[in-house]
């Protein structure tokens, strides 16, 4: 098969995305939740908690007018006060307009594609130009692909998100076990350090052509469907047969089959204090609440987490 066309490489990604995040956020475009962070070990693994009780009241998508329109979709015509960037031939990249972490922004389709679907291969070729291109300056970037209802999805329109890891360690510098934390994803497929949940890994490297980049995510895909169903021959398009969590970065590709979006947190008195919902961040080593007595039942017990992690996904 012959290779296909790259995205058109983005000069200064970094600089674009940093500079239309900084208007955006002063011009009331978008709005920037601050957390207090901690980092948890539960079984020995370093795990980011983030706590940001102002996003409790992130506001809801506005409803249709009329019964039968069609619901609101947010990447069908983004602002241009979102727009970030064009990548042609068929993506563009616009910032998230409730950001937890600073500049955070979304690769979407210019056409409308589900985001339920098996990625095709213009979505790993443009998620990888925007890791080049924050590589060519020196940064790191962790992609993640939320699909299905136990993903943590939110968005029909399909879209990869994409966080700055350098945005995504403020805060650490400050709190206990701070520097022990990096992205999960990249310790399980260097050391396959056993996880609560399964995981399947693969490297991947800068001179790894669109195909074999493609390749290698099939490959996760496939692996991660004939572990949830041992007897059936997954198909590389269409609707996806699984729920599933996918990241890149520029080291490696991870993918997890998912069945439960989240758990309830318990107390240690036994009473139920919230839910965490996970989504595709559980792949960097990261977990987000939005109350305090949520923040403090996982601090006080750290295998809270581990409880909920061993819930999400096939056992190990």
Request: hydrophobic letters at 40%; a negative charge.
């Amino acid at each position: 098969m012959a290779e296909m066309a790259r995205p058109v490489a983005l000069p200064n990604l970094p600089k674009l995305v940093k500079e239309a995040f900084n208007k955006a956020k002063a011009n009331g475009d978008l709005t920037y939740y601050p957390t207090q962070v901690a980092v948890l070990t539960p079984s020995s693994i370093p795990f980011q908690l983030r706590f940001s009780p102002a996003l409790a009241m992130k506001p809801k998508a506005p409803k249709p007018k009329e019964p039968n329109a069609k619901p609101f979709n947010p990447f069908e015509n983004p602002s241009p006060a979102m727009l970030v960037a064009d990548l042609p031939p068929s993506h563009r990249l616009v910032l998230n307009k409730f950001a937890v972490v600073p500049e955070h922004f979304i690769l979407i389709t210019t056409d409308l594609k589900p985001q339920t679907h098996v990625l095709e291969r213009g979505d790993i070729a443009a998620t990888s130009a925007c890791i080049e291109a924050y590589r060519a300056e020196g940064q790191d970037l962790f992609a993640f692909f939320n699909s299905g209802p136990h993903s943590g999805a939110s968005q029909p329109h399909r879209h990869l998100q994409l966080l700055p890891v350098e945005r995504m360690k403020d805060g650490l510098a400050d709190v206990d076990q701070g520097s022990e934390w990096g992205l999960l994803a990249e310790r399980v497929t260097e050391s396959e350090k056993a996880l609560p949940f399964n995981v399947f890994t693969t490297s991947v490297h800068s001179d790894m052509s669109v195909e074999d980049r493609y390749d290698a995510y099939l490959e996760l895909y496939r692996r991660a469907v004939k572990a949830v169903f041992p007897d059936r021959e997954a198909r590389s398009e269409g609707e996806a047969e699984i729920s599933y969590n996918f990241a890149m970065t520029s080291s490696c590709m991870a993918l997890c089959p998912r069945t439960a979006e989240g758990a309830t947190i318990k107390s240690k008195s036994g009473e139920d204090v919230g839910v965490v919902s996970l989504n595709g961040t559980v792949l960097a080593g990261t977990a987000l609440v939005k109350n305090e007595a949520e923040w403090d039942a996982l601090r006080e017990n750290p295998d809270t987490l581990l409880d909920i992690l061993k819930g999400i996904g096939l056992p190990c």
